[in-house]
């Protein structure tokens, strides 16, 4: 049974602060994706990475996809609240098997 | 990426009534999910919505309490029945692949008094 771990859990920081959370697969995945779920919203997709090592940008967020396809990390440089929210990593389990979903983290930035 | 709509929002309901939540799509899908996410809890899918044919639910969900619709390809209602507090969550629909990206609704969130 493949495990996904996202840490950590909770995080709270003051705005302009940088921060990385962290996505562990128990298995090497196919490719990857970083949703943002805001309270009351449902989840919006980020990014999906696919080629190991592979770095992606969208504004102020970084998100990096590990040589050995088990992890990625999201790195958001000079946080504002409008990051608040749950940051989700489902891998692609592809073959038509059901997404994995982790716990997330969840992000609180305060002004 | 399609957008997706879904009514209503929120809802407090009594136990042992039903609630039928509807989710609507501005592009014909082929595949459609239904999702529950419980306080404090990860998403847990509920069941796939085929078109043409009954719905193909996961482990530990059945069609009598989560009767499912998908009339055509851009429509799907989920109803929760005989609810009880325990069925308080946010109910999602999503389309896209299975196991590959999907794109979600708004979200329901019901509260069971």
């Known amino acids: 049974t493949q495990l996904l771990e996202q840490s950590p859990q909770f995080l709270s920081i003051q705005e302009g602060e940088n921060l990385t959370v962290y996505c562990n697969s128990s298995s090497v995945v196919s490719s990857l994706q970083w949703y943002r779920q805001e309270p009351g919203e449902g989840p919006v997709l980020l990014v999906t990475?696919?080629?190991g090592g592979e770095v992606k940008k969208l504004k102020r967020l970084t998100f990096q996809f590990g040589d050995a396809r088990k992890d990625s990390s999201l790195h958001i440089t000079a946080a504002q609240p409008g990051d608040t929210g749950l940051y989700l990593c489902?891998?692609?389990?592809?073959?038509?098997?059901?997404?994995?979903w982790g716990l997330g983290t969840s992000l609180a930035v305060n002004p | 990426s399609a957008v997706i709509s879904q009514k209503p929002s929120r809802d407090i309901c009594q136990r042992g009534t039903s609630l039928t939540i509807q989710c609507q799509v501005d592009s014909q899908v082929t595949m459609m999910f239904w999702y529950r996410q419980q306080p404090g809890q990860s998403l847990t899918l509920i069941a796939t919505?085929?078109?043409?044919?009954?719905?193909?639910?996961e482990s530990g969900f059945v069609i009598d309490k989560f009767p499912i619709s998908r009339p055509n390809l851009t429509f799907s209602t989920l109803t929760v029945s005989n609810m009880s507090p325990e069925d308080s969550s946010i109910y999602l629909c999503s389309v896209g692949r299975q196991g590959e990206t999907q794109y979600f609704g708004p979200g329901t969130r019901l509260l069971v008094l």
């Open positions: 990475v696919v080629t």
């Open positions: 489902p891998p692609n389990a592809g073959n038509n098997r059901k997404l994995i």
């Open positions: 919505a085929n078109q043409g044919s009954e719905a193909t639910y």
